[in-house]
């Protein structure tokens, strides 16, 4: 699956909007949208952020497993 779906579905199970998800982990909001517009990709500290806030793997997040 490609990260910008997974982490539309990973933030639509936690019921967050883009905003709330993009304060979790300390990005604006605007930066956050572009994640999931697939427009730009998060760095390390933002994508371990992100696998932190939804409670899965980097592999998962990535897209490289359905495994959690």
Do not use: W
Not at 11 to 36: D, H, L, M, P, S
Not at 41 to 56: I, T
């Amino acid at each position: 699956m490609e990260f910008s779906k997974r982490l539309r579905e990973l933030r639509a199970e936690k019921k967050e909007t883009q905003v709330q998800t993009a304060k979790a982990i300390k990005v604006a909001g605007r930066q956050y949208q572009r994640f999931e517009a697939g427009e730009n990709y998060p760095g390390f500290e933002n994508l371990c952020a992100l696998a932190d806030h939804f409670g899965v793997s980097l592999d998962y997040l990535a897209g490289r497993t359905d495994k959690r």
